[in-house]
Nanobody, 119 residues
Framework: QVQLVESGGGLVQAGGSLRLSCAASESIFRFNSMGWYRQAPGKQREMVATITSGGNTNYADSVKGRFTISRDNAKNTLYLQMNSMKPEDTAVYYC?????????????WGQGTQVTVSS
């Protein structure tokens, strides 16, 4: 069973920065894509950013230009650099990894890390 462990969350003031990390228990080469999702209180989980095995990235409009997703295959780790943070970025952030063919994908999730942005 794949394990994903997030770290790097915390409390930051508006305009500040944080970097989240997601360490995988096995090689991330096997995943078609990896990504970061977040869930704020009372809201549905939403995609923040994704990156494919080929390095293609996709961002939610709300974070474009502020957040950067990257992966270090040698360290089996996914990152999310968050700059110019806003109070509306406050949420639990989850790491995701997706494997398998298009018709039968399997998702793996981390336990989540809390990010709080104060105004």
């Amino acid at each position: 069973q794949v394990q994903l462990v997030e770290s790097g969350g915390g409390l930051v003031q508006a305009g500040g920065s944080l970097r989240l990390s997601c360490a995988a228990s096995e090689s991330i080469f096997r995943f078609n894509s990896m990504g970061w999702y977040r869930q704020a209180p009372g809201k549905q989980r939403e995609m923040v950013a994704t990156i494919t095995s080929g390095g293609n990235t996709n961002y939610a409009d709300s974070v474009k230009g502020r957040f950067t997703i990257s992966r270090d295959n040698a360290k089996n780790t996914l990152y999310l650099q968050m700059n110019s943070m806003k109070p509306e970025d406050t949420a639990v952030y989850y790491c995701n990894a997706r494997s398998g063919p298009v018709y039968s994908t399997k998702d793996y999730w981390g336990q989540g890390t809390q990010v709080t942005v104060s105004s």
